[in-house]
């Protein structure tokens, strides 16, 4: 504990009574007559605070038990295993999903920042980061169909799901399958316009370049997924991780991506939506349409500035703080 100087707001001393002069310091403050002294309940007062402080900083290098995260590892059921990771105390679960070719890493700056107050679930979803990697269709249903298990084997009875991406949607199709459990979907840099669709050429064009070379096109288009003031460490690390996934897998769920029925989604779903999205500066924004999405969902968004496909990584401090704010509903 750093040294305190502690100065009385008095200058004289506390006077005990002929009867309890003979009384040790301790015995007199504990005393009926000391505690009904005025300097007494002062002092008191000073020395029980700095008494907690000592406490609180002897204690402050103990690390939470809720902070240590379980590793778990659940079998969907095709048989494919998911590698999880559980953290965190609390009635309410949250349930991070990471987007296309990306992992449980995703979430780093999150997770400790919640679990005080929330169950904690993160993990890599089937054919990405450690998870089972051979499955016969790669679609957002069979994903969808993951976060049911891993929600069954951790017996997690009301949940949020916090979705980047391909993950909102995933995270929708979700909501669809467990009423009552998943209590609303929080989409990250997705879900901004039910209505839009890729024009025909460039699905087609983008498909083309990722069967013909992926690492190289994947890196590609993960640094136009950023702005250009963007750090290039992240912009690295966000391209090495995609690099590294099955080119067969990223495809195939690019495909079934680029097919969703957003507006289906939303109002199958038949939960809030709220989304924390860009604010625009990147290649490939899509503005966030908040009045036409509420034609489909109870939906509303708030949008970080400078700021690319990332935010939860890019600016962690103030995504923290308004994901916090948006969780706060829905206790």
Not at 67 to 84: E, F, I, M, N, Q
Not at 131 to 158: H, I, N, Q, Y
Not at 324 to 330: I, T
Request: charged share 20%; with cysteine; aromatic share 8%.
């Amino acid at each position: 504990m750093p040294n305190v100087a502690v100065t009385p707001p008095f200058h004289g001393r506390i006077r005990a009574s002929e009867g309890s002069r003979s009384r040790g310091g301790l015995d007199y403050l504990r005393s009926e007559e000391g505690c009904q002294n005025p300097m007494t309940r002062m002092l008191l007062g000073l020395l029980l605070g700095i008494a907690s402080s000592a406490l609180w900083s002897t204690n402050a290098g103990v690390p939470d038990a809720a902070l240590s995260p379980a590793r778990r590892t659940v079998t969907a059921k095709d048989g494919l295993h998911l590698v999880c990771e559980l953290r965190g105390r609390g009635d309410i679960a949250l349930i991070f999903l990471h987007g296309w070719c990306g992992d449980r890493e995703y979430w780093k700056h999150q997770v400790n920042v919640f679990a005080p107050d929330y169950r904690v679930v993160t993990f890599d979803q089937a054919g990405h980061g450690e998870s089972g990697k051979d499955r016969k269709e790669w679609t957002m249903a069979s994903l969808a169909s993951d976060v049911e298990c891993v929600a069954d084997a951790l017996e997690l009875r009301r949940a949020i799901v916090v979705g980047h991406s391909m993950g909102g949607s995933v995270g929708l199709a979700a909501a669809a399958r467990m009423p009552g459990r998943i209590v609303a979907v929080v989409g990250v840099d997705t879900l901004q316009n039910a209505q839009f669709k890729f024009p025909k050429e460039s699905v087609d064009k983008l498909l083309d370049g990722l069967s013909a070379d992926f690492p190289r096109n994947v890196r590609g288009m993960f640094a136009e997924l950023l702005p250009e003031q963007a750090n290039p460490e992240l912009t690295s690390w966000l391209g090495s991780k995609a690099a590294a996934q099955d080119p067969k897998m990223a495809v195939a769920l690019m495909v079934d991506l680029f097919g969703l029925n957003t507006k289906m989604l939303l109002r199958e779903a038949n939960v809030p939506v709220r989304c924390i999205n860009s604010a625009g500066g990147y290649r490939f924004y899509n503005p966030t349409t908040v009045e036409m999405n509420r034609q489909y969902a109870d939906y509303r968004a708030v949008l970080i500035d400078n700021v690319g496909h990332y935010p939860m990584l890019e600016k962690p401090a103030e995504f923290n703080r308004q994901l916090r704010a948006v969780l706060a509903e829905f206790h």
